[in-house]
């Protein structure tokens, strides 16, 4: 059976279809940019920090004396976090991934030289690694001779003098591409650092669009300054009460401080993309309303026509046509109209893509989105145009004679 | 003539209840989607010192070395060295100028056995308080002499101060701020404007409040802690001619000192070039308040996402509309040509459908102002700074009708111009 009859009869209508295109394909384009831009925001939510999440809980001590030995205080207080009973292993860091404190440094690859990327340091005491339960894929941990103080008091002039690094994967196939990173020396500071091992994930304290979110340098120097972080590993369930008792066990051991923080890595991880989860519920409602208003939209005019054409029908079902052409007949009919607007849509959706990455810092729509958010419609349009179509099918040839 | 037209609108409107309930709704989600996100919008582009900001300018150098690599942005991000800070400070070249820095300090209650806590601040230069009309409940400021001196002296805002004296008058009396005592001189009727446009602008100024202010000169001298974004292309620490991270303000009265300020700076930079300093091409800039918040995205990106994201999904619930008023009002094609053969002229058919949108629109306006208003509560119960400041206004509320109306005129254009073109009586031979 030809559709020429079909296509005379949507060529009555050219407004309307026409209407129904632009409507359907400007739906096909937000909702594929919607699509891409809640993907990459899940993607980033899933991100593996490196660390072992589940088990750590963190609280900042920020002492207001200034004048006293650092590290000597810092020690002390180690020593009481570690008698606190669930408490299998301690450490002090100056940064976590989530913190929001962001220490980076241009990495460059001869002295003086011009700095390849930007890379986090992370600085903390000898067990930090442990206690952070992060992942050595290669080389060795940090030797206890190697550690030296950060010096924050002088520009954190650490950096210049540290022998050693452990750099994240990420960063290695960025600095060293294709060659093995272990025993290469990089400049993060004044001075050659040599990289010893190679973790395979740290994520860096705040995140931000570009690829290297994942580029984090570890340097055995220990947190001199009045403001540090203890890391507590302790079974999950034990957070809370450690916690608690940190926070008393500290203030005994010194008043004269700000206790700032005291959080499971959990929630800081949870607060961290807070406004993303907003986002992604406001981002998903939206694609969700589109949908259905063009649901409604292709419904809502299937069954006026399906009305308007009921004497037609009667005579198609009087000279021979069954129920199922009639079906048929509405179906190929949405298929056309939506899936010329799907077409217009996959256009549409690039154009839009180009404006939003000109505006916003968004990325390049993945080309996976947008035929499948073009099927997505189809098969929408399809399930809309369904009632009006079964109701067609059920007009009784004997219509034709009426009227 | 327009009375009847809307009872006839109403009564058809009544026959196909499911399609005109349809079109009320798709109007209603739209106008109530992006109603929601303009008003945001509205409320977060407001002045936030009327009567002020016009005559406040934000000046722009860039005293930064040649660009090494592409990876810096080519724009200066409007943060000042120490020494040029300083240098036009003392200049005073403007009516009023006052430099500034975040600061975050311990603060000690004088109860012993409390904790100390933290708490954000700013440390400024004399003229700001009055350069910005701040509100002072009790007190005063202080002025450029005790900036020089170092003076130990702080202005609370009101949060800060009931913390620390509850209710009793607090002028004169001290607080322990770090390490130092430093002696209260005014007190602010909670002051908060928003956005906090003096402040380094990135994305999150909305909602934060500064507790304490104290003179530049003597944090630097006590060393107290910066807070917020500093850039050092070199060492020397943050008072060297290598770090930006202070904030200068001017305030000039007329059009005609404005330029002269901007020649004043242009002049100014060139100078340093002689001294060696400030390599870039001189080109200053100073940007008025206003455009200042716009050139720096004080509005969240997100938003600005959201904002764009809202009027597609209306444009579709018009596309959706304007589809489905073309359907019905093609379908009483036997009744327009019935009126039209009756003597009824084009533009009568044309003024009729017309009413007939115009109802539909003011039905989905006032359902899409419920949805607003459900739209802006849910937006309150966000954790972001300008939550709390989502709130419908009478400008709004108008803003709403006036949107729907124009939306379902517009929507009813095209159908109505579309059916009035129907000839008379043809369709009676086809019934």
Known sequence: MSHSPLIASLSRHKLTVCLLVLQVALTCAIVCNVASIIGHRMAQMRLPSGVAENELALIESISVDETANQLARHDADLATLRAIPGVSMVAAVDALPFSGNNWSNGIALVPNGPALTTATAYNGTQDAMHVLGMHLVAGRLFLPEEYIPLDAAHDWSGINHVPSTIVTRALAAKLFPGQEPLGKVIYPGDGPVRIVGVVDHLLRPTLDESEGSDYSTLFPMLPDTADVTYVMRTAPQDRERVLKQAQKVLAGLDSNRVLRRPQSFTQMREDYFRRDRTMITLLLSAALSLLLVTAAGIAGLASFWVQQRRRSIGIRRAVGATRRDILRYFQTENGVIVGAGAVLGVILAYALNMLLMQHYALQRLPWLYVPVGGLALCLLGQLAVLGPALRASGVPPVVATRG | ?431
């Open chain 2, 1 to 431: 003539m327009l009375g009847y037209y809307a009872t006839t609108a109403i009564s058809s409107l009544r026959r196909s209840k499911a399609l005109a309930a349809l079109m009320v709704l798709v109007i209603g989600l739209g106008i109530g989607a992006s109603m929601t996100m303009i008003t945001i919008f509205h409320v977060l582009s407001g002045d936030p010192l009327p009567g002020r900001s016009d005559q406040l300018y934000a000046p722009v150098i860039d005293p930064r070395p040649l660009a090494r690599d592409h990876s810096e942005s080519a724009e200066p991000d409007g943060n000042f060295t120490w020494p040029d800070a300083m240098n036009l400070l003392h200049a005073q070249r403007a009516d009023r100028q006052a430099v500034m820095a975040g600061g975050a300090v311990p603060v000690r209650p004088q109860q012993s056995g409390e904790l100390p806590f933290y708490e954000t601040g700013r440390y400024v230069t004399a003229d700001f308080f009055g350069m910005f009309k701040v509100p002072f409940a009790s007190g005063h400021g202080w002025r450029s002499e005790d900036d020089e001196s170092r003076a130990r002296i702080v202005v609370l805002n009101s949060e800060l101060n009931r913390k620390l004296f509850g209710n009793t008058p607090s002028i004169g009396r001290t607080v322990r701020l770090k390490n130092a005592d430093f002696r209260v001189v005014g007190v602010l009727d909670d002051w908060r404007p928003q956005p906090q446009f003096y402040a380094q602008l990135n994305g999150r100024v909305f909602g934060k409040t500064d507790q304490f202010f104290l003179p530049l000169q003597t944090a630097q001298d006590l060393n107290l802690d910066f807070n917020g974004r500093m850039s050092c292309w070199d060492s020397g620490g943050r008072t060297s001619e290598h770090c930006v991270w202070l904030q200068f303000w001017v305030q000039l009265d007329s059009t005609a000192k404005a330029e002269a300020y901007r020649q004043f700076l242009g002049s100014y930079w060139r100078e340093q070039q002689a001294h060696g300093r400030m390599p870039r091409p001189a080109h200053a800039h100073l940007f008025g308040l206003m455009d200042w918040l716009t050139r720096q995205h004080a509005i969240p990106d997100d938003l600005r996402l959201q904002l764009s994201l809202s009027l597609g999904f209306l444009a579709v619930c018009m596309i959706n509309v304007v589809g489905l008023l073309l359907a019905t009002f093609l379908r009483r094609g036997g009744e327009i040509s019935v009126r039209r053969a009756l003597g009824a002229r084009r533009w009568d058919i044309f003024l009729q459908l017309g009413v007939e949108s115009c109802v539909i629109g003011l039905a989905g306006g006032l359902l899409g102002l419920g949805i607003a208003c459900l739209g802006l509560w849910s937006v309150r119960q966000r954790p972001d700074g300008y939550a709390q400041l989502a709130q419908m206004d009478a400008s709004m509320l108008f803003g709403t009708f006036v949107l729907a109306l124009v939306a379902s005129v517009i929507a009813g254009l095209l159908p109505a111009w579309r059916a009035c073109r129907i000839p008379p009586a043809l369709q009676l031979k086809t019934q």
